[in-house]
């Protein structure tokens, strides 16, 4: 399947399809060691009991590049929710996290509550036999691994830090996984899983009538707990705006 926008560097590649879905994440080598294997990472949005995924046909669409630049700037506009989105995001030139900042338009007169979730359907090394994800308290982020691939999500809303997680069941018997579990506008809170699975993150933003707001969401990539946390300790005092605009 023809991927509709990359964002990389020497070690990291990441591709999206049409519908602005993950389904290719590359490292330690661009084109070797997709972690993704055509699986998905996406984002839905639950707003006073209304849930849809960015990728489903009620959102219109504009999947693109900032001008001249590897950075997204991409925008999504949905008449039933009242709502637009604008995405940035891109893989930090220097080290090896993907970060992405969503400004929301309330383009209602209502304050509304947003509830964005980001479902994550990894498979390390292409598989997802004897893998591992947990919630870890100190980073406030999801720890997915096998042997010496690991990868750290985190997110920041309203409150500056993740909202809700789970991880759960996935492609196994009749689990569907977290990413249903999203679709109630809840998550369990299930903080690990083992084998066959897939993981799902929340941040909520509270956005007046005729208003904006924004969140940010990143992931970084490593070889060890150490290295993963490192690199999410060095975002955090980066900061998401400031590494999008350095790229």
Known sequence: MPRSIVFGNQQMLVCFDSDY??????????????????????????????????????????????????????????????????????????????VREITIYNISEQ???????????????????????????????????????????????????????ATGRAHFGDSLGTYKDAEDGELSGNPIDQGTFDYTLQINLKVGGCNKSSGQYWFCIGHDHNEVDDLNEYIRDVGISKAINET
């Open 111 to 165: 304050e509304k509550e947003y509830r964005f979730f980001f479902s994550h359907d990894v498979q390390i090394y292409g598989t997802q036999i004897g893998i591992t994800a947990y919630y870890e308290p100190d980073s406030n982020g999801i720890i997915h691994y096998l042997n010496d691939r690991w990868f750290l999500f985190r997110g920041r809303g309203d409150n500056k830090d993740l909202d809700g997680f």
């Open 21 to 98: 879905t993950i389904r290719d994440i590359y490292h330690p080598h661009v084109g070797l060691e997709n972690h993704l294997n055509g699986h998905k990472c996406r984002i839905g949005i639950w707003v006073k009991g209304k849930f849809s995924w960015l990728e489903e046909e009620q959102w219109d669409k504009e999947i693109k590049y900032h001008e001249q630049s590897l950075v997204g700037n991409s925008v999504f506009n949905n008449q039933k929710l009242s709502t637009k989105l604008i995405i940035k995001d891109c893989v930090y030139p220097r080290k090896n996290i993907f």
